[in-house]
Each structure stands twice: as structure tokens, then as C-alpha cells.
């Protein structure tokens, strides 16, 4: 049967094992953070801009009749 003192060891290898691996991934993912920014200075992505048509219509009446109809639908 485990003693009181072992089952603390145990505990606190656990536990340091975790916090280590817990140090270890805060470490690499700050570095690599680091490591992509410097790629994406160096290589940089093109950014195209959508065109996009807004969708007026020509008689400002006819988009009052179709809100008409939309709150007349949702009765």
C-alpha cells in the first residue's frame, strides 16, 4: 500500500512534468508566431478586392413595396 509520501511524489511529478510541457508549448507557439510574421513580411499574400455591385433599385418605390410585402408575408 502506498505511504502518504509517495503518493506526493507522485503528485508532484505530474504535475511538474505538465507544467513543463505546459512551458515547452507556450514557448513554440510564441516562436512560431515570431517565425510566421517574418515569413509573411518576406512573402506577403495578395489581397484582391471583390467587386461587388450593390443591388439598388431604380424607383425607390419598389423597394418600399417589397418591404410591404416581407412584413405583410411574416403575419
Known sequence: ML????GLTLMA???GTV???LIILWFAVSIMG??????????????KEAITASP???NPEI???IA?????LRK
Open 3 to 6: 505511504n502518504l509520501n509517495e
Open 13 to 15: 511529478t505530474g504535475m
Open 19 to 21: 507544467f513543463s510541457f
Open 34 to 47: 515570431k517565425v510566421v510574421a517574418w515569413l509573411n513580411k518576406l512573402f506577403p499574400e495578395q489581397v
Open 56 to 58: 439598388r433599385a431604380i
Open 63 to 65: 423597394e418600399i413595396a
Open 68 to 72: 410591404i410585402a416581407a412584413a405583410k
